[in-house]
């Protein structure tokens, strides 16, 4: 009897780990498709106006740095116009979790464009 219970303890102990060695890799799966999904490269027409302006300073196309990611600012669902207005006169009200951004006087309008309509198709 006692050798029946060991038997069936080390059965069930290998059936657990391998259930759940099953879930972490279906787990694990999941988490990297979402993240392949997830991430968006930048355009190299894009890359350049973002070096170009210095806004690679402050802002990533995926990930928060100091200011928000491109792809959060495009999740509020502004309007070309407003994304351009916000970057030529930021308003710390919109980002008040972040330092208030510097205005960006002397951005060349149609680079100003291009950028807030890139960051709209983000969305």
Same mark, same amino acid.
């Given at each position: 009897?006692?050798?029946?219970?060991?038997?069936?303890?080390?059965?069930?102990?290998?059936?657990?780990?391998?259930?759940?060695?099953? #879930?972490?890799?279906? @787990?694990?799966?999941?988490?990297?498709? !979402?993240?392949?999904? $997830? *991430?968006? %490269?930048?355009?190299?027409?894009?890359?350049?106006?973002?070096?170009?302006?210095?806004?690679?300073?402050?802002?990533?196309?995926?990930?928060?740095?100091?200011?928000?990611?491109?792809?959060?600012?495009?999740?509020?669902?502004?309007?070309?116009? #407003?994304?351009?207005? @916000?970057?030529?006169?930021?308003?710390? !009200?919109?980002?008040? $979790? *972040?330092? %208030?951004?510097?205005?960006?006087?002397?951005?060349?309008?149609?680079?100003?464009?291009?950028?807030?309509?890139?960051?709209?198709?983000?969305?």
């Amino acid at each position: 009897m006692r050798n029946f219970t060991s038997i069936f303890l080390v059965i069930f102990l290998l059936f657990i780990v391998g259930c759940t060695s099953q #879930k972490e890799k279906e @787990l694990s799966s999941e988490n990297s498709k !979402k993240a392949t999904v $997830s *991430y968006i %490269e930048t355009p190299d027409n894009i890359s350049s106006l973002l070096v170009k302006n210095t806004c690679i300073a402050c802002h990533d196309t995926n990930k928060h740095k100091v200011g928000p990611s491109f792809r959060n600012i495009s999740s509020k669902n502004y309007s070309v116009e #407003k994304i351009i207005k @916000l970057i030529v006169r930021p308003n710390p !009200k919109n980002w008040p $979790s *972040y330092p %208030e951004m510097i205005p960006i006087d002397d951005l060349n309008q149609d680079d100003a464009r291009n950028i807030a309509i890139w960051i709209k198709s983000l969305d």
